[in-house]
């Protein structure tokens, strides 16, 4: 079976994951996350320089791969469940995150010793990333 991929949509949607993360760890949450982190001034300012295009890059790259494998789970789901349109992107985006990406990120808490608050912040942004990229992948078909 043939499953179609819309690139335009793919693109776009790892666009807004970008987007988004610019946002959430920019202005929205951006001092929570660096304090949670027990980052400070000084250990940012020689990180800043160094590395950082690479670090958008693979996050760019890692954003495409989850739009595209999520456009193919989106596929399957609304073939299997009769589910179209803006609740099937957001439920594919939300049992996404809920089965993979919950899961696999606890491991922050649990064997790196990070708090909690670090974890709802970074869980919340692939659970609010993810939906909007469902969204817009199923609704630009």
Do not use: R
């Amino acid at each position: 079976m043939e499953v179609p991929v819309n690139y335009l949509a793919v693109l776009a949607a790892a666009l807004s994951s970008m987007m988004l993360g610019f946002l959430w760890y920019g202005p929205v949450f951006g001092k929570q996350w660096k304090a949670l982190m027990g980052m400070t001034k000084e250990s940012t300012d020689p990180t800043k320089k160094t590395g950082m295009n690479k670090s958008y890059v693979l996050m760019a790259l890692g954003s495409l791969v989850m739009a595209y494998v999520l456009s193919y789970s989106l596929t399957f789901v609304s073939a299997y469940t009769q589910t179209t349109g803006i609740v099937a992107g957001a439920m594919v985006g939300f049992w996404t995150w809920l089965g993979f990406v919950a899961p696999v990120t606890l491991g922050v808490v649990l064997w790196e010793g990070k708090p909690w608050k670090l974890w709802f912040l970074n869980a919340g942004y692939y659970l609010v990333s993810l939906k909007i990229m469902g969204v817009i992948l199923t609704l630009w078909k």
